[in-house]
């Protein structure tokens, strides 16, 4: 969705790499050119000035004039205050102290409130609630017969005692809720109401006369980032009419220019509290404003990639995958094993976005073929145990009836058999500390800063007496024992990363990524 935004950007900051430092005439040009940017991307006008002004500040003060890199400077200032138009921090939800929490959804029709009940059930459910959908839209047609569908996908249960289209009265169905939320021990109650087709008054007071009945501890105006400008006008008389406390963004995958969407927290003060992206129930999770502006400035979103992970591997498979590696024993069947726990992330593209970077190659990603993952899957199904358990043994004759069964070619079975021993090659390489080749800064890397790769022999010469030295000072020595700790966690084989703590500042030097990189992890 801020794909244009998010292109414009990095090219006004390329115009400033390579400068020691930055005249006034260069900060005027960078304001404009960000300015250009926030308009053209639909952002407010009142927000795209303050933002701009903002900038401008920061960018004239010691925070640029005495950095050794001002492009970067300028960039971190850029990031900053994205942060702050998208609300600062996180916003979480609040529960109720005593009872079911009660969540009423308001919006325009069409916004994707009844998808959004079941996605926000679903994940209350992953964070150990026992939520209850309510139906309370009686007035669109099959909307409550939507809803139960939704709620079964999700195996959440549906509160519907009225028919709907058209038919029963939505405040005495949201009264009734909470004594069934209670009878049946729901912890958090769901409210779904009618959508408008603009700003109603009837059925802006029939949302308020639900509001009062359930007095809800948070009510979210849920709002299609798609529609532009005029999200904020709606946006704006929801909140005179029937007010809320948080924001719901919906459709944010789609190719719209999204500006209005990092306007609404701007000029309604209310924070955006969730993001639904996609069309499956698992396309949902909180709103974090640092790790938007992160991917709007093409830093990639490397923490959500993590958590994600944690939430698809499991741990011991991984840490057994790991051992095989350092022993040798990486088989097609761990390879086939890893690649159906990739895909529980989901589409590859959107977990390759979340890569520093990947904007210079969006349009690589966006031509990626997530069937590819099916057909490697149905090659490695074709071969037997044994082939799979030694792909060395897959002889011409082997790999003509493995392409057979598997309604690929030849050529496509020999491809992922090659492939898959360079994988194996290099993973057992990492997996053992040493690196991959060509990249800089990395130990037997062979790019800039890696140095060439060192022998078994020359290693145990160049260690040899230096194991045993250790400063006479006990601060010193405290500081070396801190290292060789942190050097043993890294040598540790666990690929995948999970279960351990991240040091970031350790991760953007290793990478040799900007100074204030680490934040952006963070």
Known sequence: MFATLSDRLN???????????????????????????????????????????????????????GALNPAQQVVKIVNDELIEILGGETRRLRYAKTGPTVIMLAG????????????????????????????????????????QVNGEKVGVPVF????????????????ASAEEAKRKLHDVVIVDTAGRLGVDAEM?????????????????????????????????????????????????????????ALSIRQVTGKPVMF?????????????????????????????????????????????????????GDFTLDDFLAQMQQLKKLGSMQKILGMLPGMGQIREQLENFDDREIDRIEAVIRSMTPAERANPKIIDGSRRARIAKGSGRSVSDVNTLVDRFFEARKMM????????????????????????????????????KGKGARKSGNPAKAAQEAAAAKAKAAAATPNPFGIGQDIDYEAAAENLQLPKDFSKFLK
Not at 222 to 242: H, K, N, P, R, S
Request: with cysteine; charged share 25%; proline share 5%.
């Open 108 to 147: 325009l029709q069409g916004a994707g409130k009844t998808t959004l009940a079941a996605k926000l059930a679903l994940w209350l459910k992953d964070q150990g609630k026992t939520p209850m959908l309510v139906a309370c839209d009686l007035q669109r047609p099959n909307a409550v017969q939507q809803l």
């Open 428 to 463: 057992m390489q990492m997996a053992r500390g040493g690196g991959m080749p060509g990249m800089p800064g990395m130990p037997g890397m062979g790019g800039p800063g890696g140095g060439k790769r060192v022998s078994a022999k020359q290693k145990a010469k160049q260690s």
């Open 160 to 175: 519907a005692p009225e028919p709907g289209n058209g038919v029963g009265d939505p405040v005495s169905v949201a009264k």
């Open 204 to 260: 802006m007071g029939q949302a308020a006369a639900i509001r009062d009945a359930v007095q809800p501890d948070e009510v979210l105006f849920v709002v299609d980032a798609m529609i532009g400008q005029d999200a904020l006008v709606t946006a704006q008389a929801f909140l005179d009419g029937v007010g809320y406390d948080g924001v719901v963004l919906t459709k944010l995958d789609g190719d719209a220019r999204g500006g209005a």
């Open 11 to 65: 090219a006004t900051f390329k115009n400033l790499r390579g400068k020691g430092r930055l005249s006034e005439a260069d900060i005027d040009a960078t304001a404009r050119e960000i300015r250009i940017a926030l308009l053209e991307a639909d952002v407010a006008l009142p927000v795209v000035k303050e933002f701009v002004a903002a900038v401008k500040e920061r960018a004239r003060g010691e925070e640029v004039s």
């Open 275 to 327: 993001a639904s992206s996609g069309e499956k129930m698992t396309d949902f999770d909180v709103f974090h404003p640092d790790r938007m502006a992160s991917r709007i400035l093409d830093m990639g979103d490397v923490l959500t990639l993590i958590e994600q992970a944690e939430k698809a591997f499991d741990q011991d498979e991984a840490l057994k995958a790991a051992e095989k590696l350092t022993q």
